[in-house]
């Protein structure tokens, strides 16, 4: 199901109907039941998903504790089981192979461990504050664990989840916005992000051995393709929250039209930056110091979101390089400008998607040093899509889709309503040349 939108999605409206067919009294048990059935069902082992209702069963009761001892120690006590565990799974290649075994332990390990961590230590620390009171069990395994979320978020504030779960109502209006919220997602996902994909994945498999000109196709192919997938999956899962009268705040607002860093990450993955600007850069000092604290305050955070992405070297360089840029985009007009932050954005994405610093070094080289628009070069690169002569048509029909989601966004930002054409195009494009195959989503990997 984890690899399937649509089986993903056809479970989520099944979800949905059985949803509002039961009295209110019983709906977050038919919530529950779902979760246990998405996340088993996606699990490889059983293993994963008894650890993980392990975790959050243990950081209940600790919550609980945590509401009576409202201080410092008992918050680090409660979050370090959760945070210990994320930490086993991101860096688990570095742990001696005579103390874990690698290969088997990632197996038994949690789904969707980066994300569900961090909605458990915001949970706490806003027990900690004093906003909320502890949840009850039912409700915390259900903010922390929602089926439509625990993948790849949107990573939803508790203080704004818990009174709407406590009596969601549909809204004919709020559901219209979500279904079209789906469409847009499944046109994102099957379209754009699927179709993408291959391409891609290719050129980085043979970086050496392909077509500079092809290295800067894949460069801008991959923006698309991760913003594609993990925007899509956002949508569907906004708008099957929305369908349930729950309205969750939108992750993306057209980022590839930001004017500087700063603003891209006030567009892009809107609920981890805002998570790491509440639970990271503000306890830090955030902007109220000196300028050099500042500039500090602003590294420690992206520092910070490249090891929540991943622990090579590439994450920690993205991350470094995207704190650099958001603290000059400041200070620098250039930087603010729309085009430049795109393409600076884009090649930022290369070392996030290499499989390592020596990989991206070598990609990097290769764009500039052997480019040529030659017939043999364009030729070269346009069979990367697919082996045979149908290439010409499956890019036209991707960069079509890229296209419109590019037109979609442009309007979006303006906040120009086109609802009812963009239904139309999403629909009909994502029939007639969506790629169907089952793909997992990327960011499912964090």
């Not at 915390?140 to 009596?167: A, C, E, H, K, W």
């Not at 500039?368 to 070269?380: E, K, Q, T, V, Y």
Request: with cysteine; glycine share 6%.
């Amino acid at each position: 199901m984890a690899n399937n939108i649509l089986l993903f999605t056809a479970f989520s409206l099944a979800v949905i109907l059985i949803y509002y067919c039961v009295p209110s009294s019983i709906r977050k048990f038919i919530l529950l039941a779902a979760n246990v059935v998405f996340y088993f069902g996606i699990s490889t082992y059983t293993g994963g998903g008894l650890i993980f209702l392990a975790d959050l069963i243990f950081s209940f009761y600790l919550s609980k504790l945590l509401d009576k001892y409202k201080n410092k120690f008992f918050l680090a006590l409660s979050i370090l089981p959760s945070l210990s565990l994320f930490i086993l799974a991101k860096y688990i290649n570095f742990f001696p192979a005579s103390l874990f075994n690698p290969s088997a332990l990632k197996l038994i390990l949690p789904i969707g461990i980066s994300f569900f961590t961090l909605k458990i230590i915001s949970c706490h620390v806003e027990i900690y504050r004093g906003n909320i009171q502890a949840p009850s069990l039912c409700d915390y395994v259900l903010y922390v664990s929602l089926f439509t979320q625990i993948l790849s978020g949107p990573i939803m504030r508790v203080n704004d989840f818990l009174p709407q779960l406590s009596n969601p109502k549909f809204n004919p209006e709020q559901a219209r916005a979500g279904a079209f919220m789906i469409i847009m997602g499944l046109f994102k996902k099957l379209l754009i992000a699927n179709m993408a994909m291959p391409f891609v994945d290719k050129v980085h498999e043979n970086i050496s051995g392909v077509p500079a000109l092809a290295l800067w196709m894949a460069a801008f192919l991959y923006a698309m393709e991760l913003y594609a997938d993990f925007s899509g999956y956002s949508d569907i899962s906004n708008g099957i929250m929305k369908i349930m009268g729950i309205d969750v705040p939108a992750n993306f607002n057209a980022p590839y039209f930001s004017s500087g860093f700063r603003d891209f990450w006030g567009r892009w993955h809107i609920s981890l930056s805002s998570w790491l600007r509440d639970y990271v850069y503000i306890p830090l000092g955030g902007s109220r110091c000196s300028e050099l604290r500042r500039f500090v305050n602003v590294m420690i955070t992206f520092i910070v979101s490249g090891l929540w992405h991943g622990t090579g070297l590439n994450f920690l360089l993205w991350g470094i390089s995207h704190g650099l840029l958001v603290y000059l985009s400041t200070k620098i007009k250039l930087l603010r400008s729309q085009l430049i932050t795109f393409l600076l954005v884009m090649f930022l994405w290369i070392p996030f998607r290499a499989e390592n610093i020596s990989s991206f070094a070598n990609y990097l080289v290769r764009m500039f040093r052997d480019f040529n628009i030659s017939f043999g070069a364009i030729n070269s690169s346009l069979r990367l899509f697919v082996l045979n002569s149908t290439s010409i048509n499956y890019a036209l029909s991707l960069f079509t889709g890229i296209f419109v989601l590019i037109l979609h966004d442009f309007f979006a930002k303006r906040e120009k309503d086109y609802g009812a054409v963009f239904t139309f195009l999403f629909v009909s494009l994502t029939i007639l040349f969506g790629r169907l195959g089952a793909s997992a989503f990327i960011y499912a990997g964090f």
